[in-house]
């Protein structure tokens, strides 16, 4: 127990300074704890919302996000490198999840914090591929990682293949369309045509029911 509360206390204790050279976790620290992971675990979601969105790396001009309006200017953008690179935020964020795997929301959550603000491009990938082994069927999880996928990494297969699991496990039907789109993008029209198929046979009633078969139409 003192094991744990001296971990928590330092945990909570460290000061948001830009100038500080910051404590990166040892793994191997999760085989001391004593059956005490979970409090651990807390106490590092803490730590994570105190330094909300934090990267060690400054000097790099945060603004590079893709401000893409349509598909082919999203895939096409020229976007910078990461500020991070599997940096502070996502070593702690990986850390917490192995100590508390079944906690879901952390995934999605700080997976879209490393993708949009701390901009660590791979280390968002990581958390979402991770959160996605133990929950596949998560629409909201797999929905934030198609964002992902789309917009930083520029993958329009890979963010149509999430779109499709999150509308098939309750996301929103206009899913159905994007997806439909990225697979023609990517060179997979006849995928795109049989999935809009089977839509519209399913979803007669959607209020997207016209985006789809304008979508249809697009690829015969």
């Not at 701390?118 to 991770?130: H, M, N, P, S, Y």
């Not at 909201?140 to 699991?165: C, P, S, T």
Request: charged residues 25%; contains cysteine; positive net charge.
């Amino acid at each position: 127990m003192f094991l744990v509360l001296t971990c928590a206390y330092s945990l909570r204790r460290e000061e948001y300074k830009e100038s500080q050279i910051r404590v990166f976790p040892n793994f191997n620290a999760r085989y001391a704890l004593m059956g005490y992971s979970l409090p651990v675990s807390d106490s590092i979601l803490i730590k994570l919302l105190v330094n909300f969105g934090f990267c060690e790396n400054q000097e790099v001009d945060p603004r590079k996000q893709n401000q893409g309006k349509n598909i082919d200017i999203i895939l096409t953008a020229n976007i910078y490198g990461s500020r991070c690179h599997k940096g502070w935020f996502f070593q702690w964020v990986d850390f917490m999840t192995e100590l508390d795997p079944r906690f879901k929301s952390p995934y999605s959550t700080f997976g879209t914090i490393l993708s949009v603000l701390v901009d660590d491009r791979e280390g968002a990938r990581l958390i979402f591929e991770k959160g996605l082994k133990r929950f596949p069927n998560d629409w909201v999880l797999n929905y934030r990682a198609a964002y992902h996928y789309l917009y930083e990494m520029q993958d329009a297969e890979k963010a149509a293949e999430l779109m499709i699991r999150s509308y098939k496990n309750g996301g929103p039907h206009f899913l159905a369309a994007l997806a439909a789109q990225l697979y023609t993008r990517s060179g997979k029209a006849a995928f795109a045509k049989t999935f809009l198929l089977e839509f519209i046979q399913e979803n007669p009633d959607s209020i997207h029911i016209d985006q789809i078969r304008k979508r249809l139409q697009e690829i015969q």
